[in-house]
């Protein structure tokens, strides 16, 4: 295919997915996309007097010392937001019954990505495998998301192995203003909760995991070969063996519960997405659960 087509391909892809995802863009905009997300940014306004009720955690100590008299700083909500998403396109993501994890999560990406768009967002992206990859930094506007949507169409690995710790590290350090980040990944990998932490302390995170439903559970179907998307490795096991299919489902369910636990412990929200069913329903449900805690 010559440089050319390629580049027709890639516009095609682009504009499949904006006209694919737009029911989804469409529910996340009438939704109140911006109040799910408000108060990312607060920037200090001015300082005045401290009024009965004012919150004494707001006293500015500099200028109540040099008054002598109690002040208090106001902060307003900065409507400039920076949504950052960050995503694991290490081996694993190629597996899928029907659809790939990667698949799945590029739609899911182009989504919000064109709903940020629409609410006139700063959009950045992260595409990492054992290391970043590929970084473009926030900025607005639809030639800017079309550009990362096209970058991500036709992005292609240079590792199959993940570490996800070592990318959130770099993460961290890259991003200076307050953000929302999504993490796309299916979180099969290890010890990466402590960076995850320190990536939650500066920024809103929100963990979406995309997996298969044949990775929850094998079926009996005789003897298959297994092979590792990250190393390579082969392994041929009998699923007809019913001790081996009850073992594989108590790892899996370990794997979920302690997930869940240390995700729950450093409060970062995480979304399960399974590649053969709408992803719209459980963003949808998010989105409603966080409206719901935001108006509380």
Do not use: C
């Not at 499949?16 to 109140?32: A, P, Q, S």
């Not at 899996?252 to 240390?262: F, G, N, R, T």
Request: hydrophobic letters at 40%.
């Amino acid at each position: 295919m010559s440089g050319m087509d390629q580049t027709k391909e890639i516009i095609r892809k682009v504009k499949k997915l904006e006209i694919t995802t737009k029911h989804l863009v469409d529910g996340l905009i009438t939704g109140n996309y911006h109040s799910i997300f408000k108060g990312q940014g607060i920037e200090f306004s001015e300082s005045r007097e401290y009024r009965v009720g004012d919150d004494i955690r707001s006293i500015d100590w500099k200028i109540t010392a040099r008054l002598n008299e109690p002040y208090i700083k106001e902060f307003i909500e900065e409507r400039d937001l920076h949504v950052y998403f960050a995503l694991d396109l290490s081996g694993s993501s190629s597996f899928g019954n029907n659809i790939s994890k990667r698949k799945k999560a590029l739609e899911i990406v182009a989504s919000l990505m064109f709903a940020a768009m629409k609410n006139n967002d700063n959009v950045g992206l992260f595409l990492f495998t054992d290391e970043i990859e590929q970084f473009i930094p926030a900025r607005k506007g639809r030639k800017h998301v079309l550009k990362a949507i096209s970058t991500l169409v036709q992005f292609q690995p240079k590792s199959t192995t993940t570490n996800l710790s070592k990318s959130l590290r770099y993460i961290s350090k890259v991003i200076k203003k307050r953000s929302i980040v999504f993490v796309i990944s299916d979180f099969f990998d290890t010890d990466f909760v402590h960076p995850l932490k320190i990536l939650k302390n500066k920024h809103d995170v929100i963990a979406l995991r995309i997996i298969d439903q044949r990775e929850l559970e094998i079926p009996d179907i005789g003897l298959i070969e297994l092979e590792d998307g990250e190393t390579g490795e082969q392994l041929l096991v009998d699923t007809s063996d019913e001790q081996f299919r009850k073992d594989y489902m108590q790892q899996i369910q370990k794997h979920e519960q302690d997930l869940l636990h240390q995700l729950r412990k450093i409060k970062i929200d995480m979304v399960r997405i399974l590649t053969d069913e709408p992803f719209d329903i459980p963003l949808k449900k998010f989105f409603k659960i966080r409206l719901q805690r935001v108006m509380r």
